[in-house]
């Protein structure tokens, strides 16, 4: 089993940042790969980042490329993303997530996910 704790979230204006953290916890937690996805009311969850745990190697979205990051801290078993120049579309729950491949971007791909954060980019 694997538990996910984000934090992070809040409220900023557009053009602003957040960062946002996930620490995570269980056993076997080597073998997942970490990612970020988000969700809107009434829509699906989004896939924005994730991360493969060993390598480093990343994965984003088109829609955050060039604005978010994603990273980890393996000595504190922590994942980031950190989000620059936030627009009001960026405005969602994120959800921290561990699953096999950081390639994956669909949200059945995954199988661990937190409670989520809120994020609302906002004037």
């Known amino acids: 089993q694997v538990q996910l704790v984000e934090s992070g979230g809040g409220r900023v204006q557009p053009g602003g940042s957040l960062k946002l953290s996930c620490e995570r916890s269980g056993r076997t937690l080597s073998r997942y790969a970490m990612g970020w996805f988000r969700q809107t009311p009434g829509q699906a969850r989004e896939f924005v980042a994730a991360?493969?745990?060993?390598?480093?190697?990343?994965s984003l979205a088109d829609s955050v490329k060039g604005r978010f990051t994603i990273s980890r801290d393996k000595a504190k078993n922590t994942v980031y993303l950190q989000m620059n120049i936030l627009k009001p579309e960026d405005t969602a729950v994120y959800y921290c997530t561990a699953g096999e491949s950081y390639r994956n971007t669909r949200g059945d791909e995954y199988r661990y996910w937190g409670q989520g954060t809120q994020v609302t980019v906002s004037s």
């Open positions: 991360i493969n745990w060993s390598s480093g190697d990343t």
